[in-house]
């Protein structure tokens, strides 16, 4: 059953926080090392001091009875931040709906091209969506060092 996709809450903060700690540690098992995990999202839970950046973004989640299963966020500046699912969620639509809320904010807002940083996993369901990869470049974050792909969508090319 697809979840029901709406917008974010503040009240999601530390359940979309899991999504995100989960899809890191496991569902990126594949291509980090547990360093680099544990780098990328040291923390089970989300640090509630400091301010939450998804109430100024446009944020999506996926929620079904049993709670949410990703989150999609967009920046003002139509820079693609968060792109989360659980690891149960590959390939059951859940980030295809998402994305496909987060595309008709862009059209609705007329943004002219997507930007995105994006981990392996993330540039392969992009690409598949008509993401161009337009350079890859080293990360460094918190003593490890990742690679990740700046990923564009020229929103015109989209009908």
């Known amino acids: 059953m697809t ?4 917008p974010y809450v503040a009240s999601d903060r530390v359940s979309c926080h899991r999504v995100y700690f989960q899809a890191v540690h496991e569902g990126a098992a ?9 780098a990328w999202a040291p923390s089970e839970t989300p640090a509630l001091s400091q301010p939450n950046k998804l109430l100024e973004q ?9 709670g949410i299963s990703g989150f999609m966020s967009l920046s003002r500046n139509a820079y693609l931040d968060m792109a989360f699912v659980v690891p149960e969620a590959k390939g ?11 595309i008709e904010q862009a059209k609705a807002e007329s943004l002219g091209n997507l930007t ?3 981990s392996h996993l993330a540039r392969r ?5 008509g993401w161009q990869v337009d350079y890859a470049e080293d990360f460094p974050l ?4 990742f690679e990740r792909f700046h990923m564009s969508l020229d929103m015109m090319e989209i009908t």
Request: proline share 2%; net charge positive; aromatic share 16%.
């Open 142 to 145: 918190n003593g490890q060092v």
């Open 125 to 129: 369901f992009f690409t598949k969506h």
């Open 116 to 118: 995105a940083h994006a």
């Open 3 to 6: 979840p029901a996709i709406r």
């Open 92 to 102: 059951t639509g859940v980030a295809d709906a998402l994305y496909a809320a987060l």
């Open 58 to 66: 446009w944020c999506w989640v996926a929620e079904a009875k049993n």
């Open 30 to 38: 594949e291509f980090y090392t547990q360093a680099q995990r544990a």
